[in-house]
């Protein structure tokens, strides 16, 4: 049975003050995979992950592979060995910020090409970022993000009135939200639409 959901009653859970600690990013995420391979395939050949290091069987049941997109050690593992593909049931998603604008139009164009199926594309409302949503071989529910609101040191989010929903990544960048500048770098990128 689900909750009702009480945004005014939620909003008053706060980081207590004189915390002894501060997570200041979220590291990494492990996913666990049905077919070890497929998924090393995906995360480097689609999505253009390194891998770093690698447990054998002997190590790790199934194996894992640790694979980065910066300078940490690694953004994503994956252990092999799962049963069946994933429900996505406790986690939503996991997504992958990307430099420009531009990268999240040539990330959805090289998904496509791929085969990779596209769940959504364009502007989700809190947060505004500029998205392109998918799946991993194994049902994982990824997003390629951009223009993602940064919250400064008053505290201050946009407010709800201001959130704009698109449904395209065209009706994202020719209606944009108060702030967030989508002139791109190819304007030639929206021309293939």
């Known amino acids: 049975m689900a909750d009702?959901?009480?945004?005014?009653?939620?909003?008053?859970h706060d980081r207590p003050a004189g915390m002894p600690f501060r997570i200041t990013?979220?590291?990494?995420?492990?996913?666990?995979v049905t077919d070890l391979e497929r998924s090393v395939r995906f995360y480097t050949e689609v999505l253009g992950f390194q891998i770093s290091d690698i447990y054998p069987e002997a190590m790790m049941p199934g194996g894992m592979v640790f694979m980065r997109c910066n300078t940490d050690h690694h953004g994503i593992a994956l252990v092999g060995g799962m049963g069946q593909p994933s429900s996505s049931a406790e986690l939503h998603h996991v997504a992958f910020e990307v430099g420009s604008l531009d990268e999240v139009i040539l990330a959805r164009d090289r998904l496509r090409a791929q085969g990779v199926p596209i769940d959504f594309e364009g502007r989700r409302r809190a947060g505004v970022q500029i998205a392109v949503e998918f799946r991993d071989p194994d049902g994982h529910r990824l997003e390629i993000y951009w223009g993602l609101d940064q919250v400064g040191s008053d505290g201050h989010v946009r407010p709800a009135h201001e959130w704009k929903g698109a449904?395209?990544?065209v009706e994202a960048i020719?209606?944009?939200?108060?702030?967030?500048?989508?002139?791109?770098?190819?304007?030639?990128l929206l021309r293939q639409e």
């Open 4 to 12: 009702n959901v009480d945004p005014q009653r939620l909003k008053v």
């Open 25 to 32: 990013r979220i590291g990494h995420v492990v996913f666990n």
């Open 167 to 169: 449904r395209s990544l």
């Open 174 to 188: 020719r209606d944009p939200v108060r702030g967030q500048d989508t002139t791109l770098r190819d304007p030639s």
